[in-house]
């Protein structure tokens, strides 16, 4: 959050640095905090450091979207778009999904407030009456040598551990899986040309509750404590059989307290990966590269405990790029000899809020893209 601003700025340009990036793209989710009436304050701020930073000053172009108007709960996301443009990069192109036309990007622009009609993207909250709670996808287009969507996403958590154990998988991952589904749809509709597409953000997909807890305490007991005047179970206790009964596991709807840790950073918590399921349902859909990072969520947020998990849900790999199957051949065969992709997280000794950033880094060689049909006959220089 906004008190662990510059800790994100530094490992925001140590990656900028590292990877010099032509085109980049950050989407950010509760953007000003988690309580939006006090923390909104320091959104302007932040946009004009970043933007105005040393770090950034090679990038002569930028887009920003931010969604501010946390008074109109009916439209809010709480959604940070943030695109950048290296000044080598000389011709790229931003959708008008207004008048279906490509305007060549100039300069730096900011908006907020009613992103509704801003005609440079679309922006979308999933009805309450159709999905629980808030589940949000705005969505920008750019040409350059090929065009590509770029989808920010942000969809619900799992509102109790003790609910999400109860059955293999959640009925959480079913809602998910629900709202994914619709984005996907909406993506590739007929409304516009289909084209490659990006979807980032937090997806808030959660690892099969009930199969890692079985697995981490395979030789335990459990017992059961339910509250005195309804009988509801309200947690969980998990303990070794010999050992003096020691307690390996609490659960409660936000307690996740596991006596040891070091299982989901060891080897970047890879042997817990085989409960990351959420995705497999849309594999003929999306395509992910390798993880080769310990669980994004949820990190302590004591600035002096960077590496340190809070005991309040299970750590789980929420923060993701996905990509259609035709952005991945894009990629993919861009690719060669010298690892020219990167799959990441950003700071990991770092405190930056209960996430950790992720990005990904790739080159896309010239010509690789199809381009689209007359795309220059209707592009508005501005």
Known sequence: YFSNQHSLFFCLFQVVHAHKPHFMALHCQEFGGK??????SHVDKFVKELLSS??????????????????SQEHFTALGSFYFLHESLKNIYQFDFKAKKYKKVTGKEIYSDTLESTPMLEKEKFPQDYFPEVCTIPDTRFYADFAFDLVNIHLFHDASNLIAWETSPSVYSGIRHKALGYVLDRIIDQRFEKVSYFVFG?????????????TLCAKATMQTIRAADTNEVVKLIFRESDN????MLQLEKKLFDYFNQDVFRD???????????????????LYELDISFPPSYP????????????????????DRILMSHSAKELILKSENDEKIVMYDHIGPNVCMGDHKPVFLSFRIAAGAGKPIANVHKCCVVQ
């Open 202 to 214: 937090d997806f808030n997909f959660r690892l099969d509750a009930k199969a890692v807890v079985e």
């Open 244 to 247: 003096d009964r020691k307690v």
């Open 299 to 318: 990190y302590s947020e004591d600035s002096s405990q960077g590496k340190q998990y809070m005991n309040t849900r299970c750590p789980a790999w929420c």
């Open 35 to 40: 309580n939006y009436e006090a923390s909104m």
């Open 267 to 285: 080897n970047n918590g890879t042997a817990l990966l085989e409960f990351d399921r959420e995705l497999s349902v849309f594999k003929d859909r």
């Open 54 to 71: 040393d770090a950034m000053k090679d990038y002569n172009r930028a887009r920003v979207y931010l969604d501010e108007n946390y008074k």
